[in-house]
């Protein structure tokens, strides 16, 4: 039978590469299938994903290319981990894998929508800019205006001011040239006096003016500064490029839920609901796909597998208590050879006391030998001879026992 190979659809999956090869091919592209649901949910949610993230929340593009491997990596990983394990239809687990399916739904929904409807909360946002720059605009004008008509009633006051100056000065210049007054030509002593009359009237309003003048100055210098502050304010108010992720979700559930009518509200559940179902694929693909004859296949190729594991263990047992009995065996000869290196130390110990005596022995007997010799020449070799003998052979008994001992 030719073996079956496994596609790299099937493999995305997780199912067991040894238990595929085992199954019909009706059986295996449902699997295949199964492998593509996971791809396609994957790609689809690590495309929109690194481009909301990179231009949402880092306001840097260049960065979705590695927001989209780590993005499709987690979602790959965790289509695995909704459809990994064995059949799960009836089972307690199922509930567990659609309430994480329906978070991660949740979470893509509300940064899918908020990427899809930008445009909409880009126009909220600049409205609401708008309206908070008039306001802003309204405040600092009325300070403005406020400073503006002091201005202009100091304005009106040193044009009367000027106006006075103006007619004393005439008054002057009427009784020099006899135009008036007195009607005498000249600067007489009437001139004189009206000069030293009309010269500190001048003067305090010459310094009214002047005073008038340095407040004007003083006030144009506040309307500067109220016109600076209101452009700092103004520039302080938020557009839409400087919001974040979490606020961008938060002016779109204002828009649908909050000031929306019926059809935003509709639409944002439906827009819900979708997201939902493409990200639940994966799940929906494992328990409508009829692939229950994997999960049989799985179960015999686990039971060879645990029979195979027994025999294998069994083999173990058997190989270690042969090595037990030949280790208790050679713990058995050990323990006999070192009881008898123990008498052999005993008897070694004696035959060195034995060699002592008989070499006390063997030197009383030639010495009296000797004196025997001496006094006996006629009854060495019959006597004394075959008594050394005897005492020649058992010390070289000895001896060699003793050898045999130390090696």
Not at 71 to 81: A, D, G, T
Not at 90 to 113: E, K, M, N, Q, T
Not at 338 to 351: A, G, P, R, V
């Amino acid at each position: 039978m030719k073996e079956k190979k496994i596609n790299i659809l099937q493999k995305v999956t997780g199912f067991s590469k040894n238990t595929i090869p085992l199954l019909e091919d009706a059986i295996r592209k449902k699997i295949t299938l199964l492998g593509s649901i996971m791809i396609f949910t994957a790609l689809i949610s690590a495309i929109v994903m690194s481009y909301a993230i990179s231009a949402l929340c880092f306001n840097r593009i260049w960065m979705m290319p590695l927001i989209f491997i780590i993005w499709f990596i987690f979602v790959y990983f965790f289509e695995r981990l909704i459809i990994a394990g064995s059949n799960i239809k009836g089972s307690s687990v199922l509930y567990y894998r659609i309430a994480a399916v329906i978070c991660f739904a949740i979470i893509h929904s509300l940064i899918i929508d908020t990427l899809f409807f930008q445009k909409d909360i880009n126009s909220s946002y600049n409205k609401d800019k708008t309206e908070k720059q008039k306001i802003i605009e309204d405040k600092f004008d009325e300070k403005i205006q406020d400073r503006q008509n002091q201005i202009s009633v100091l304005s009106n006051q040193n044009q009367k001011l000027f106006e006075k100056i103006y007619l004393l000065k005439n008054k002057l210049t009427a009784e020099a040239d006899g135009t008036d007054g007195t009607k005498k030509f000249g600067m007489g002593p009437i001139f004189e006096l009206k000069q030293n009359l009309y010269q500190p009237e001048i003067k305090s309003i010459q310094d009214q003016i002047k005073h008038n003048n340095e407040t004007t100055d003083k006030i144009n210098k506040e309307i500067a500064e109220i016109k600076t502050e209101k452009n700092i304010k103004i520039n302080k108010v938020p557009s839409s490029s400087d919001q974040g992720l979490l606020s961008n979700i938060r002016r779109l559930h204002q828009i649908e839920f909050i000031n929306g009518d019926f059809i935003s509200r509709s639409f944002g559940i439906l827009w819900f609901l979708i997201f939902v179902f493409i990200e639940s694929l994966p799940l929906i693909g494992k328990l409508t796909l009829d692939i229950d004859s994997y999960y049989g296949t799985q179960n015999l190729v686990n039971d060879g597998r645990q029979q195979l594991a027994t025999v294998e263990v069994q083999q173990n047992v058997q190989k270690s208590m042969a090595s037990i009995l030949l280790l208790a065996q050679n713990n058995k000869i050990e323990a006999k050879g070192k009881l008898l290196i123990e008498k052999m130390q005993i008897s070694n110990n004696f035959f060195r006391e034995q060699i002592i005596q008989n070499e006390q022995i063997l030197e009383s007997i030639i010495s009296g030998e000797k004196k025997l010799n001496e006094k006996f020449e006629n009854h060495r070799d019959s006597q004394i001879r075959p008594l050394f003998k005897k005492l020649e052979k058992e010390l070289q008994i000895l001896i060699n026992n003793i050898n045999f001992v130390e090696a």
